[in-house]
């Protein structure tokens, strides 16, 4: 399979269309079929584990006509991972290919659209764009990985209306299993969720809530979250705030998981950039405090040199992280 | 004190008059729209307009005239715009299409329904549809 990719790739460079630019993928002939990729090299060292990977290698295919317009990515996630944990050396190669998103949109008119396959979950803001060399950090939240499905497989029906601001309404429908669920980081067979976006000029508002129903049988395994998300974005810097909480029909599993991250923009090369974090999770019973500082070198926009520090409150776990990150 | 007050009213009336007005033409049966629904459909936040698909044109990256739409109709320079179209490659989204010179950009948009695009005054004749008219800062 890892060949059959290697060798698709170098077909549709064969046959890619002139005036490639980086980072903006390239069209196949005169077809409707767009191709690019991406990947990241990431490295991080903690008081007692070091880890490195060569990780998320991914093809992208997209394309539209008429109404319709679709998407594919295929990923090696964890190519080659080598971990050092307190002096025992570990290395694993997974070379499997994931099927991280794959489906069809149509827009039945300027306002109404709807997606049906397996998609980012539209919920919040980091969610959307979630690879290494799309994001300012090598590190993701940890708000983003514990509130909500980052995936859902079903359908997403969405009403968007313009005028001098955009308003958005989501509406995610998923009663099945998902695909290739081992990537995603709920299991789940259920989860119906509603959003509410605004935008206008450089301020962006959202709200999600949901359910989602975990395949399995714990006592734990229907929960309900809520999240806010805020971004504000001037030429030279940005804000970005997500705040969330997530239940179960008893008691909270996760209490709060929130962050602001603040990045300014010392030239169009290099940004600077500071997030603090907050934590309370039930379920692994850990609350956490920490701030991240870090920085990026983009020499090219889709071309990524990052490197952060983290402080936790909890000081075993600072750690630095850099990483190597380019989109084709 | 007074001396430097002069200066800066120069360099904002040298700055005024050096702006030229910026047209955006259209289909003829485009109506007129303001500038934040103009923004939407160069960003392809709008991708239809009374069931018709639309297609926003672009001039070249180094085109002063792209550089004026960008920084006073979209309010975006350069590297945001590129961060902003490279988060679209990964949602699936393509930028507009880049065409070379005004006259390409005028014969697109005479012909085809939905096309959109802009040009200085000094391209504008009677016969272009104009949807909205940026006469300075």
Known sequence: MRRLTLLLLFYLGLHADDGYTL????????????????FSIEYSKGQELQHFSVDDIALLSYGSYNRFSYLLELEFTEFYVKSNDQNITKTTQDHTLHLERVYVDYNLNENYSLRLGKYNSPIGFWNLLPINVLRETTSNPVSTEILFPRFTTGIDASYSSFDTSLFKVDLLLQHNDGLDESYNNYNVDQHYALGLGYEQENLSLKINGGYFHLDDTSTLAERYYLLISGKYEEEKYQFMAELGSQRSQKSFTTKYAGYLQGLYRLSPKHIAIARVESYNNEVSDKTNNLLVMGYTYRPLYPIALKAEYQLHSQSRDNQFLCSFSMLF | MKTSLRLILLLLLITKLSAAPLIVIAHKDMPRLSSAQIKA???KKRLFLDGVALVPLNLGVKDPLRHTFDTQLLHMGFSRLKSYWS??????????????????IIAFVQKVEGAIGYIDEAHLTSDLHVIYRWEGP
């Open chain 2, 87 to 104: 988060r679209q490659h990964y949602l699936g989204h393509r930028p507009p299409l880049s065409m070379h010179s005004q006259e390409s």
């Open chain 1, 23 to 38: 980072g903006e993928g390239m069209q196949v002939g005169p077809l409707p079929l767009y191709v690019g990729s991406y």
């Open chain 2, 41 to 43: 459909i160069f960003l």
